[in-house]
T-cell receptor, first 115, second 113 residues
Framework: DAGITQSPRHKVTETGTPVTLRCHQT?????MYWYRQDPGHGLRLIHY???????DKGEVSDGYSVSRSKTEDFLLTLESATSSQTSVYFC??????????????FGAGSRLTVL | GESVGLHLPTLSVQEGDNSIINCAYS??????FIWYKQESGKGPQFIID?????DKRQGQRVTVLLNKTVKHLSLQIAATQPGDSAVYFC????????????FGQGTTLQVKP
């Protein structure tokens, strides 16, 4: 997890409230990703970024938005949290090598509980 | 849609034995595969990768085998140790495709002393 910091690590919130999770990296990697992990579903991609202000949707993007104003920071926002968004959220980064092979490095995760 | 799946949710082995974790993938366009290990309370960690132009790759105590004909991937761990207890995920991607990885659901490896 060296070089990737997620905050907060744990959060409990109520349905309907906005939530922002922050991912900070010191690796100067171009690519950043947000995944959620749920029992029976493995890791699913929410959104990703391929550069400052360049973002795109993943497979489970509904209810989430992201922003990347600096190379080192990638924010995930739940505009109005729902119980179905209770999950563990992982940020990942990658520099992508010259051949296009991509090894993601993950943060330690942020556990979000929506009551 | 594409999916990457693992055949067994839990694998229990005796310390010192060899472990084999299997994975099936469905996207024939995938050309790069990675195995990750996730310990309790931590993020996934890279173990080993393999490109589709290879059928075998070895690391330290780990070997990944790729069979493109049947779209099957396996991770072999030699002389399994208690520290190997974790959830193992395979992931697939198409090289250069913005790096998006598709993950399988994971296999829990339990090592009995």
């Amino acid at each position: 997890d060296a070089g990737i910091t997620q905050s907060p690590r744990h959060k409990v919130t109520e349905t309907g409230t906005p939530v922002t999770l922050r991912c900070h990296q010191t690796e100067n990697h171009r690519y950043m990703y947000w995944y959620r992990q749920d029992p029976g579903h493995g890791l699913r991609l929410i959104h990703y970024s391929y550069g400052v202000k360049d973002t795109d949707k993943g497979e489970v993007s509904d209810g989430y938005s992201v922003s990347r104003s600096k190379t080192e920071d990638f924010l995930l926002t739940l505009e109005s949290a729902t119980s179905s968004q209770t999950s563990v959220y992982f940020c990942a980064t990658s520099k992508m090598d010259f051949s296009g092979a991509n090894v993601l490095t993950f943060g330690a995760g942020s556990r979000l509980t929506v009551l | 849609g594409e999916s990457v799946g693992l055949h067994l949710p839990t694998l229990s082995v005796q310390e010192g034995d060899n472990s084999i974790i299997n994975c099936a993938y469905s996207n024939s366009a995938s050309d790069y595969f990675i195995w990750y290990k996730q310990e309790s309370g931590k993020g996934p960690q890279f173990i080993i990768d393999i490109r589709s132009n290879m059928d075998k790759r070895q690391g330290q105590r780990v070997t990944v085998l790729l069979n493109k004909t049947v779209k099957h991937l396996s991770l072999q761990i030699a002389a399994t140790q208690p520290g190997d207890s974790a959830v193992y995920f395979c992931a697939e991607t198409v090289s250069g495709n913005t790096g998006k990885l598709i993950f399988g659901q994971g296999t829990t490896l339990q090592v009995k002393p």
